[in-house]
């Protein structure tokens, strides 16, 4: 190895940072924290995203396609499928999302061609109906994924009857209209939403804690009626002043399974992005922060109530935003990936802001979101543990994913997901960190003052942050480490239950990083953020110098 922190010819150095790994402290990671998102009429998400009638790359296309492929599966883009499939992907939430809160799932079945198209109120398009609930389904079979169905919560008797036509296994009208649509046998779905940001004015079916606690009580146990075994996810809110979770659990505790909660980090995309690299990677303590209060304040509402339903967290809305002045042209995607170029000079850029949906992913991003996932694997170990989490999106719209007409492209965040879900192990051990650390103004997700200045708060920000994990027999320890500091590489001596020897003098080691913190990949270019196999390494002294701007996985062999 080379030594990054002293001059070459320097021979002992004392690490900068030391990172004791505790086999004493431990609990299970769950896999559905590595969910992910579909939301319909979303800038690409579904339509010329994983659903694309008529192009040459999918089932039914023009292409070299099966074209035996047809029914719900025509128009699923292969090229997309295959992607997914590499990864792996857990569960998945579908239709929205904002979509949801006027959503008719009987809209979206049937003949693709008789479907009506209807005005969209949450993105202000017009969603044609062509990709619904037999079309999502036969892509989660595709892939291999766990569907997450999200209902309105408005009308008791439609989320019933989606029920029935997804899950109920007799001879009635819906069921049979299964059939004829092309699935005779029940789809099994197992995952429920009830309502999405049901708390916000912004949504229709906007209501109070105790009207909508009410909703999802009777929603909940009528649709539980057709299937006993349904899990449910009622909306959640992390700012609680006027009592939402208080009222709502007094009421749906003992029938839900998970709470959610939505998070976003933000980002500024001026001309000098690179500025932002520091507000970007810090902005994880922000979730984890977020994350350990609702978790305490959950645990010690469901405690006073004395529930019989053990209750965890779903973060199944999660992402940071590249936001821009909205004096600035509109982004448009571009044919690479990512969005066009634009000229902005000499326009304003003070004080309000809009998301850019087409901006692509970075490196930056990439080591906020390894954050988030340490953030989670620790909360994994709370009395109401995190237990599924979906980013958003999965596709386009700030996804791990960039799907084109020419074709589809790994984000640099996707090699995030294959690190961790692919390469860690499934069991959290402790890990004791002593690294350089700096007292910052930690930017507080996308919220702002009354100036529309982002809201900060100080907070000491370390330099590594450290999940550690086991395989599920002992046989291998592996420990995932951010070097959040944007110039400088970090020694960090390395302990297993305080031994220095407990630990081999050789590690598997793979590696996320670039030369450039705003690296981004597109077609042209799809490797410029990679996750790269550095095979075994030996480490001196226990050690290890850990890159700027990077994601270290180091694999020990125990057995």
Known sequence: MTDAVTPAGTAAVTPAATIDIRRDRRHPIDPMIYGHFLESA?????????FDEGSPLAYGGDGAHDGARDGARNGLRSDVIELCRDLGLPVVRWPG????SAYHWEDGVGPRDARPRRLELAWGSEESNRFGTDEFLAWCAE????????HSCRDVDEAVRWVEYTNHGGDTEYTRRRARNGHPAPYGVKYWGLGNEVYGDWQMGHRSAAAYAADAAEHARFMRAVDPSLKFIAVGKTDDRDGWTETLLGAVGNQIDYLSFHLYGATTQLIDGAGEYDAI???SLYFEQQIVEY??????????NAGERSLALSLDEWNIRHVEPATWPEPQPSDDGGTVAREVDGLPTHPAHRVNRWSPRTLAD???????FHALHRAGGREVPVAMA????LLNANGVIVARPDGAVRAATYHVWDLYQNHLGPIALAADVRSPSKLTAVRQGDERDHHGEFRTYPATVPDLDVSATQTAD?????????NRHRDTAIRAGLTLDTSQDALPARAAVKQLTADDVLASNSLTAPDAVSLRDLGTVELTDASYDFPPHSITLLSFDLS
């Open 143 to 150: 892939v291999g994924t766990e569907p997450y169905l999200a």
């Open 97 to 100: 999302g904002n979509f949801t």
């Open 366 to 372: 990439a080591l906020f979101y390894a954050g988030v």
């Open 390 to 393: 979906n980013t958003v999106n």
């Open 295 to 304: 978790s305490d304040l959950v645990g010690g509402i469901a405690a006073r």
């Open 281 to 283: 990677v810090a902005q």
């Open 42 to 50: 979303f800038f690409g998400n579904i339509e010329g995203g994983v």
């Open 474 to 482: 002992g046989s291998s320890i592996r420990i995932a480490v951010i």
